[in-house]
């Protein structure tokens, strides 16, 4: 009995003293993580993160961390692969008071991808939903995307929405100049700039306002066509067609570059408006998350 009487504490304390490094562990592993992403060692957070979510996948910081893994691949510029851990995050921890902010990054992901429906979609769900974080920047974020894409009656629509407005009151008289301005714009004509630029060569590309190019095309067309015409009026057919041959294809280049060019200026145009309209409403930063108490910010490279 003396045996067992002095040998029963044995356990409970070893039992304590496991717990006590487990907590210490997690911690230590969790505060790291937050340091590395907080210093700009992005690559090394993600490791570190995957790392807390395989030693302590119960962990109370376990949302967190999956979380911190797409906002540190975001931090990097890997839209693809924050993406995939977003949706890592959101699979596992839907009721998460941090979804929403996942969500609205992911959307900016997908921006970046080019995928603005997809990005409208979840901008839409945010709003939609009964969580209020980051429904003002989602809100702002979506009528700048149906400007961008010219879709003015649904960005007034929207505008004119009672639950929209709620979020961009302080707003609504900047984001009605913004779409002011868009339907104020002239693009350039695609099929205009072609059909100039085979009447004349070059002339399509000064139609783009892309003056040295039209000259270029034009003294390049036309010494070929001087020499094409020398090389046949001194009977070397030879290299008279060889040089009507190249003559050909810098024509049609020229053609094919006036029409690119001008799709290339109207481009330009929406996205100049679209990065305006981001910095107007300080939209270019976004406040990533506070790991460990330390705000950091995010600025959208557009």
């Known amino acids: 009995m003396l045996i067992v009487v002095f040998l029963m504490p044995r356990p409970l304390f070893a039992g304590d003293i496991s717990a006590e490094y487990y907590d210490l562990r997690e911690k230590e592993i ?3 993580t937050f340091d590395l992403f907080t210093a700009g060692e992005y690559y090394r957070a993600i490791t570190e993160s995957k790392r807390y979510t395989s ?15 797409g906002d540190a691949y975001l ?9 995939a851990a977003y949706d890592e995050f959101l699979m596992q921890f839907p ?9 609205f990054h992911k959307a900016i992901c997908l921006v970046k991808q080019g995928n603005a429906a997809e990005a409208e979609r979840l901008f839409q769900l945010i709003l939609s939903g009964a969580n209020p974080e980051k429904k003002g920047d989602a809100a702002r974020w979506e009528i700048l995307l149906l400007i961008r894409q010219n879709r003015f009656e649904e960005a007034e629509k929207l505008l004119r929405e009672q639950m929209i407005r709620q979020e961009i009151d302080q707003e609504a008289s900047l984001f009605e100049e913004i779409l002011a301005n868009k339907k104020s714009v002239t693009y350039k004509s695609p099929e205009t700039a072609g059909v100039l630029s085979a009447i004349l060569p070059g002339s399509g590309q000064v139609y783009n306002e892309r003056y040295k190019d039209g000259v270029y095309s034009f003294l390049l067309n036309a010494l070929f066509i ?22 050909i294809g810098w024509y049609t280049g020229s053609i094919y570059g006036a029409v690119g060019g001008a799709h290339k200026y109207n481009r330009k145009i929406d996205e100049d408006h679209f990065r305006s309209g981001l910095t107007r409403l300080n939209l270019r930063d976004s406040e990533i998350g506070r790991p460990g108490g330390v705000s950091v910010i995010f600025s959208y490279p557009f």
Do not use: C, V
């Not at 931090?75 to 924050?82: F, Q």
């Not at 009721?95 to 969500?103: F, I, M, V, W």
């Open 226 to 247: 001087l020499g094409a015409y020398k090389a046949f009026d001194s009977d070397n057919y030879g290299l008279g067609g060889a040089l009507a041959l190249f003559e």
């Open 30 to 32: 969790r505060q790291f």
């Open 95 to 103: 009721a998460s008071p941090l979804a929403n902010a996942a969500t």
């Open 75 to 83: 931090m990097s510029h890997e839209w693809a692969e924050a993406i």
């Open 55 to 69: 030693l302590f996948p119960g962990g109370p910081y376990a949302g967190e961390m999956f979380k911190l893994i």
